[in-house]
Each structure stands twice: as C-alpha cells, then as structure tokens.
C-alpha cells in the first residue's frame, strides 16, 4: 500500500459521522473534553509538570488530572472553577455551548520586568557575597564601631521602610 492511498484522517471522520447518527453525537458530547484534554496536556508540557504535580497544585489526585487528559470523560463544574482559579483554562457558557480556552497571558506593565529564576539567583547570590564583605570589613573594627554601624544601618532601613509606606 502506498501513502498516497491512505485515506486522512478528518475524511475518515467526517464519512463516520454522516453515516452514524450515534457516532456523531457522542463525538458532539465529548468535544469539551477532548478540548480540556489538550489545554490541560499543553499546560503541563509548558510547565513541566507531571500528572502528580499537577494534582498536588490543583488538591487533585493524579487518576483525576488522568482522565481529564483521556479527553473520553466530560468535567463537572468544580473541576472547571478549579481550572479556572489556577489560570489553567479559562471558560464561556453561552448559547451555542461550552467554549474553553487557553487563558491570555496578562500584559505588564511598561518598564517593568519579572524577574526569571537566572536573575532571582544572581539576585541571591549578590546579596550573599555583600553580607559577606560586610562581616569581613567589621571583623578588624572595635565593638563600638560595630555596634555604631550597626545603628546606622538599621536607621537607614527604617527610614526607607517609612517612605515606602508613605508612597502606598
């Protein structure tokens, strides 16, 4: 057999579901599943979670993630709010039935940046090796000289922590 003599696979579809009336309708009933099904596989590949990890954020079982993902069982409403509180799916209800969607990522502010896991490390890592000059430094000093930039030191930040709640 050659490939060009296979039939495609929506052809396939579309001549079974003219033929069989009960094909048909199970396949119209099982439409929002199949369309959760690949939001909640898309999700997990994009996060790189596995269905334990996913149940655990979600205070699911890993069997219930399972067969939402077979796209064979349709979802009741509190496993959609779920979904929908962990920004996993967003969905309508209108007249022409369930829509279900990846939800649409929420636009920052202009000059802000977040900061990724790379950054959030160097971040960590800076702070880190100051503290660490910093001890270093007031290892030669006198107590009182410690204790005196030590002072300074927390004056500074509670005067910073008062203009911040100010601005707020």
Do not use: C, F
């Amino acid at each position: 057999m050659r490939l060009s003599d296979l039939t495609e696979h929506g052809t396939l579809v579309a001549e079974r579901r003219a033929a069989d009336s009960e094909y048909a309708a199970e396949s119209d009933r099982l439409a929002a599943a199949a369309q959760l099904s690949a939001i909640i596989v898309d999700y997990r590949a994009r996060h790189g979670l596995s269905q334990s990890e996913l149940g655990r954020q979600l205070g699911w079982k890993q069997p219930q993630v399972a067969r939402l993902e077979n796209g064979e069982h349709l979802p009741n409403l509190a496993s959609l709010r779920t979904l929908a509180q962990h920004k996993i799916v967003s969905v309508v209800v209108d007249g022409s039935g369930i829509n279900m969607r990846r939800p649409t990522p929420r636009k920052r502010p202009v000059g802000r940046k977040k900061a990724t896991g790379d950054m959030q490390l160097r971040n960590v890592a800076t702070k880190t090796a100051s503290a660490g000059k910093t001890a270093g430094k007031s290892a030669g000093r006198s107590a009182a000289s410690r204790k005196a930039v030590a002072t300074k030191t927390a004056h500074r930040k509670s005067k910073a922590a008062k203009a911040t709640s100010r601005a707020r």
